[in-house]
Nanobody, 120 residues
Framework: QVQLVESGGGLVQPGGSLRLSCAAS????????MGWYRQAPGKERELVAV???????NYADSLKGRFTISRDNAKNTVYLQMNSLKPEDTAVYYCNAELLVWERGRYDYWGQGTQVTVSS
């Protein structure tokens, strides 16, 4: 079964840090772009950051300087390092990736989401 599995969410105090991970697994032979999105209560899902297979990155303007996206191609894993967290960063964070699936081709996948809560 092809899937994206996220980990690393939780409760953190304002000003703290968290690192999210998302690993692609299953019958895949490659991973193109990978990224993170988030959805706060009552709001639409929004882009956080994306990274290409070559390492080029793109961030939401409001998050530049606090969040860093990276990936390990050997592990088919993408990371999101979040620093100086604010209460407004509270959301469900979703991993997204374009996976190259054996005998099926190129497909867009989403993870199940991981909750990040920033609160004192």
């Amino acid at each position: 079964q092809v899937q994206l599995v996220e980990s690393g969410g939780g409760l953190v105090q304002p000003g703290g840090s968290l690192r999210l991970s998302c690993a692609a697994s299953g019958r895949i032979f490659g991973v193109n772009r990978m990224g993170w999105y988030r959805q706060a209560p009552g709001k639409e899902r929004e882009l956080v950051a994306v990274i290409t297979s070559g390492g080029s990155t793109n961030y939401a303007d409001s998050l530049k300087g606090r969040f860093t996206i990276s990936r390990d191609n050997a592990k088919n894993t993408v990371y999101l390092q979040m620093n100086s967290l604010k209460p407004e960063d509270t959301a469900v964070y979703y991993c997204n990736a374009e996976l190259l699936v054996w005998e099926r081709g190129r497909y867009d996948y989403w993870g199940q989401g991981t909750q990040v809560t920033v609160s004192s």
